[in-house]
């Protein structure tokens, strides 16, 4: 599986959006990108995910360039609720549950 | 519909205990993967189970070890326990159905191991 490069930390204000940047320039062609979040003391939550194409779902966006090496996820309007850590995952996602999770990216929202 | 769910959430062992840790997926799903997660080392792969048969494992010594059963529910063992065995263990299940993408991984909220 790529290897993923996420910032350690980011803060984010109550209300504004969250971006948060996943560089994976090794991914291959049949890898999708993952996103989850483990929210303290809990068990990682699946966010959502995409191939090559732009993604929205209830909880975040995913924009992933056209060349596939970096992702944004995006969450449209922080709450507090949403200071987790963060974790982009590159993965076949096939038959494959290995997830290899990172350090993620520890972000704080603040009032 | 019920989520995943393990149990015990919290234990405390001595040293050279055994430990078996119980997980129930959500009705429907036929995998189920455990994960490991302490402070130092994240979360990482232990191993995965579909239709009661290991598929995958991770680099963990023999001690760790673990089943499924016909109603996919799985149950994991550590035996000999040393104070590095303290940590998070994290269930996972997933549909795996056929053609589907399946990377998608609902997680229990873990069972709470205190080696002694």
């Known amino acids: 599986d790529a290897k993923t490069t996420q910032p350690p930390s980011m803060d984010c204000a109550e209300g504004r959006a969250a971006n948060l940047p996943c560089n994976h320039s090794?991914?291959?062609?049949?890898?999708?990108v993952y996103w989850y979040r483990q929210i303290h003391s809990q068990g990682p939550q699946y966010i959502i995910h995409?191939?090559?194409n732009n993604e929205t779902n209830e909880m975040a966006s995913l924009i992933i360039t056209e060349d596939r090496k970096s992702s944004t996820l995006i969450l449209p309007h922080a709450t507090l609720r949403d200071t987790a850590v963060y974790y982009c995952i590159a993965d076949r996602g096939a038959g494959s549950y290995q997830l290899t999770f990172g350090k993620g990216t520890k972000l704080s929202v603040i009032p | 519909k019920a989520g995943v769910t393990q149990t015990p959430r919290y234990l405390i062992k001595t040293r050279g205990q055994q430990v078996t840790l119980s997980c129930s997926p959500i009705s429907g799903h036929r995998s189920v993967s455990w994960y490991q997660q302490t402070p130092g080392q994240g979360l990482q792969f232990l191993f995965e189970y579909f239709s009661e048969t290991q598929r995958n494992k991770g680099n963990f010594p023999g001690r760790f070890s673990g089943r499924q059963f016909s109603n996919s529910r799985s149950e994991m063992n550590v035996s000999t326990l040393e104070l590095g065995d303290s940590a998070l263990y994290l269930c996972a299940s997933s549909r795996n159905l056929a053609g589907e993408n399946t990377g998608e991984l609902f997680f229990g909220e873990g069972s709470r191991l205190t080696v002694l």
């Open positions: 995409g191939l090559k």
């Open positions: 090794t991914i291959s062609g049949n890898e999708y």
